[in-house]
C-alpha cells in the first residue's frame, strides 16, 4: 500500500524566511504532484515532477523530486502572506504499482506566513 | 479554470436517505475521479472512471457506486447514507494516465 507523507503538518512562519516542505512517499513512483488549497476552496496544481532530479520553480515557490530517496520537497523562498494556505504531495498510483489511476495524498501542510 | 462544475455545492440529508452527487465537465478529459477530504486525512481517492461505462474502485469505496453513462458526467451515489460519509466531495479530470489531475469546487455533503 502507497502511503505519502508529509512535514510538517502545521507551519507558522514570518514574511521574509524561507522554509521547506518534505513529501516522502513508500513506494517506487516518479510521478509526483503539489496542490494548494486555500480554506474553503478547491485544489490548484502547482507542479508536476515528471522524473528524477526534476526540479520546477514559480515566483517564491520551487519544488524538487528524487526518485531514489522516494523525496520531494516544496522550497519557501522570502516568504510573504498571499502563500498562506494548506500545501498537499500527491503521488500517482499507477506508478507505484497501486494499480488504480488515481492519487495518493498526504494529509497536507497548514502553512500560516504572518507580517 | 478547468471547465469542471459539481451539484450540489452543499447538501444536507438524513442517515439512511439516498444521495446522488454530480460533476460535469466540458473539457472532453477522459479520465475523472470522485476524491473525499477530510480532516487529518487529505483526500481519499474513492471511484475513478477511464471511460464511458468504464469505472473502477478507489482506495474508499465502500458504501459508494458511481456511473458514467456520458463522457461529460460523473455521478457518486450513496445508496444509503451514514454519518460517517459527512464530507467535502471533490471531483477531478484528466486527460489520461499520469496527467495532472485537475479538481472541482466541491461538494459539502452533512449527513445528520
Known amino acids: 500500500e502507497l502511503k505519502v507523507e508529509q512535514n510538517p503538518l502545521f507551519l507558522s512562519m514570518q514574511e521574509g524566511k524561507n522554509y521547506t516542505i518534505y513529501c516522502n512517499y513508500s513506494?517506487?513512483?516518479?510521478?509526483l504532484y503539489w496542490y494548494r488549497q486555500d480554506p474553503g476552496k478547491s485544489l490548484e496544481s502547482l507542479f508536476v515532477?515528471?522524473?528524477?532530479?526534476a526540479v520546477k520553480q514559480e515566483g517564491r515557490l520551487m519544488a524538487s523530486l528524487d526518485t531514489k530517496a522516494r523525496l520531494s520537497t516544496l522550497h519557501i523562498t522570502a516568504a510573504v502572506h498571499d502563500l498562506s494556505a494548506t500545501y498537499f504531495c500527491?503521488?500517482?498510483?499507477?506508478?507505484?504499482?497501486?494499480?488504480?489511476?488515481?492519487?495518493?495524498f498526504g494529509k497536507g501542510t497548514h502553512l500560516i506566513i504572518q507580517p | 479554470d478547468a471547465g469542471i462544475t459539481q451539484s450540489p455545492r452543499h447538501k444536507v440529508t438524513e442517515t439512511g436517505t439516498p444521495v446522488t452527487l454530480r460533476c460535469h465537465q466540458t473539457?472532453?478529459?477522459?479520465?475523472m475521479y470522485w476524491y473525499r477530504q477530510d480532516p487529518g486525512h487529505g483526500l481519499r481517492l474513492i471511484h475513478y472512471?477511464?471511460?464511458?461505462?468504464?469505472?473502477d474502485k478507489g482506495e474508499v469505496s465502500d458504501g459508494y457506486s458511481v456511473s458514467r453513462s456520458k463522457t461529460e458526467d460523473f455521478l457518486l451515489t450513496l445508496e444509503s447514507a451514514t454519518s460517517s460519509q459527512t464530507s467535502v466531495y471533490f471531483c477531478?479530470?484528466?486527460?489520461?494516465?499520469?496527467?495532472?489531475?485537475?479538481f472541482g469546487p466541491g461538494t459539502r455533503l452533512l449527513v445528520l
Open positions: 515532477l515528471l522524473s528524477n532530479g
Open positions: 472512471s477511464y471511460g464511458v461505462k468504464d469505472t
Open positions: 477531478a479530470i484528466s486527460q489520461g494516465v499520469g496527467e495532472t489531475q485537475y
Open positions: 500527491a503521488v500517482d498510483s499507477t506508478y507505484s504499482g497501486g494499480g488504480a489511476d488515481g492519487l495518493t
Open positions: 473539457e472532453n478529459h477522459r479520465y
Open positions: 513506494t517506487t513512483s516518479d510521478r
